[in-house]
């Protein structure tokens, strides 16, 4: 079971390594996409935790049913969602969002570390 800073930890690690947004057939963000992308979020579920119908659900509701993310904060998954939504974090690079989210991480008292030594290897 996930707790804020490792939770944080997973989803930069995926961003970074994915390298583009995960977006549904629909071309909207989706918790899970074609090729095996995941958003932020989607990355924390396990598979064996995860169902489609998850798919456009509200994070209360993503909370009780995934038990991976009982401990995690609402409003940690709700800006690590937004963080992957939002086109300007995404380059023809990659992630770009570094700065968005080193912001998370001080908002929410984390341990940014892991940034560094992502973009570093970028």
């Known amino acids: 079971m996930l707790d804020d800073q490792s939770a944080f930890e997973q989803a930069m690690r995926h961003l970074f390594e994915q390298g583009k947004p995960c977006r549904g057939e629909d071309g909207y963000c989706a918790y899970r996409g074609p090729y095996n992308t995941k958003c932020a979020v989607g990355a924390l579920i396990p598979d064996d935790q995860y169902s489609p119908l998850f798919e456009g659900e509200d994070m209360d509701h993503l909370k009780g049913a995934v038990p991976n993310l009982h401990k995690v904060s609402k409003h940690l998954l709700l800006r690590l969602q937004a963080l992957h939504d939002t086109n300007l974090n995404w380059g023809k690079s990659g992630f770009t969002g ?20 992502l973009r570093e290897n970028q």
């Open 98 to 117: 570094f700065e968005a989210a080193m912001k998370i991480a001080t908002d929410f008292r984390l341990d940014a570390s892991i940034l560094s030594t």
